[in-house]
């Protein structure tokens, strides 16, 4: 039995408790996460919210890549988003390794360097700062009054506020 095999077996389980009320696609808070992918960082239980509350875009490090970009942009002028959660972590795996010596170690395992950016960073705090400052930079994100960053400490569980 793989991971992949209990994980249908749980979606199984949650189709048969599933409540059939139909939620709409716009986020009803209005508000879309990025986030860290980290497993130790679960966004929805650490700010409390449910199926159809927010977006939740997540990838290496949650910083503004072009992709986030894109992803934000669709929340914010087609989906009815209005502010954005940036969310990244201590111990996070983008924290330190320079994006050369990431290029090299995926060279070593796969024998191809990647074509785009791998956005590692030294400084957590100026990652944040970095990430929400690029968000208010952007003209695909227009509502740019409620844009705020946080690191999740994942020894404790605290979230806090970088400004």
Known sequence: MTATDDLL????????RFDKHELPAPPA??????????????????????EGDAHVIRNAGGVVSDDAI???AISQNLMGTR???????????????????MRRKLKEAIG????????????LEHSVRETVDRLHRTPFIPH?????????????GKL???T
Not at 9 to 16: D, F, G, K, S, W
Not at 148 to 153: A, I, N, P, Q, S
Request: charge should be negative.
């Open 70 to 72: 894109r992803s934000l």
């Open 112 to 123: 191809e360097e990647p074509a785009w950016p791998l956005h590692t960073f030294s400084d």
């Open 83 to 101: 502010e954005i959660v940036v969310i990244q972590h201590t111990g996070c795996g983008m924290l330190m390794p320079t994006d050369d010596h």
């Open 29 to 50: 808070r209005r508000v879309a996460v990025l986030a860290c992918m980290d497993a130790r960082l679960a966004p929805m239980r650490l700010l409390g919210l449910q």
């Open 160 to 162: 806090r506020e970088v």
């Open 9 to 16: 077996r749980n979606a199984e389980a949650y189709a048969q």
């Open 144 to 156: 740019k009054g409620s844009i705020r960053g946080f690191v999740y400490e994942v020894e404790t």
